[in-house]
Structure formats: structure tokens, C-alpha cells
């Protein structure tokens, strides 16, 4: 093995072994796997503000080509008629993401392990 690879290769397999905190509660869940959670936070926050830009450009677009109103007047319009954002929605969201694919990845576990002979 190589003398550069040696570090990179011992701090990945640090990263993977399972945090004593949640060792303790008997979940086998490691460094690499909570960094990866906040990076799928921190990107589905960003798609999430990403999209309810463009959509308040859009009604702001519409708005000004019908109505006489533009700049920041044109802009409070469009906030007026953009819909507020829901905590059910968001609810309903973050249990669609976070099971959603556990309901993915079991269905498709169970499949192959049911398709398995002995």
C-alpha cells in the first residue's frame, strides 16, 4: 500500500466504525453515516428554498405582465398571492423522504431475500 494512501485509507476506516453514542443505544450508526444525514439536510433545505424562489419569481412574472404593479410593490403582490407554507406539508414532506426510501429499500430487500433459495 501506498505511503499517501496509508492516512486516507485508516481515517476512512475510522469513519466507519460506529459511534459509541450510539453504540450504547444499540444502533450500529457511524461517522460517515451522520455526516451524510446533514448533507442530505442541508441540500434537500437548499432544493427546497431553490424551488419556492423560482415559484415566487413565477407569480411575481405573472403578476406584472396583468397588473400595472412593479419592483418591490410587484414583489409584496406576489408574497400576497403565493400560498403560505404549511407544517403539515412539511410534515408530510419530511416523512415522505425519510421513510419513503426505508420503505423502498426494505420492499426491495425483502424481494431479493424472499427470491433467495437455501
Same mark, same amino acid.
Request: charged letters at 20%; proline letters at 4%; hydrophobic letters at 40%.
Given at each position: ?36 444525514a446533514?448533507?442530505? *439536510?442541508v441540500?434537500?433545505?437548499?432544493? $427546497? ?5 423560482h415559484?415566487? /419569481?413565477? &407569480? %411575481?412574472? #405573472? ?6 404593479a412593479?419592483?418591490?410593490a410587484?414583489r409584496?403582490? *406576489? ?5 403560505? $407554507? ?6 408530510v414532506? /419530511?416523512? &415522505? %423522504?425519510? #421513510?419513503?426510501g ?17
Amino acid at each position: 500500500m501506498s505511503l499517501v494512501l496509508a492516512p486516507v485509507i485508516a481515517l476512512y476506516n475510522y469513519g466507519l466504525k460506529p459511534l459509541p453514542v450510539f453504540t450504547w443505544l444499540g444502533l450500529p450508526i457511524s461517522a460517515l453515516d451522520v455526516a451524510g444525514a446533514l448533507r442530505l *439536510a442541508v441540500a434537500s433545505r437548499q432544493h $427546497r428554498e431553490l424551488y419556492h424562489e423560482h415559484h415566487v /419569481t413565477k &407569480v %411575481t412574472n #405573472h403578476k406584472g405582465r396583468s397588473g400595472k404593479a412593479s419592483g418591490k410593490a410587484q414583489r409584496g403582490a *406576489a408574497d400576497e398571492t403565493v400560498e403560505p $407554507r404549511s407544517r403539515v406539508r412539511d410534515f408530510v414532506a /419530511t416523512l &415522505v %423522504t425519510v #421513510h419513503g426510501g426505508e420503505a423502498i429499500v426494505g420492499a426491495s430487500q425483502c424481494k431479493l431475500s424472499c427470491c433467495r433459495t437455501n
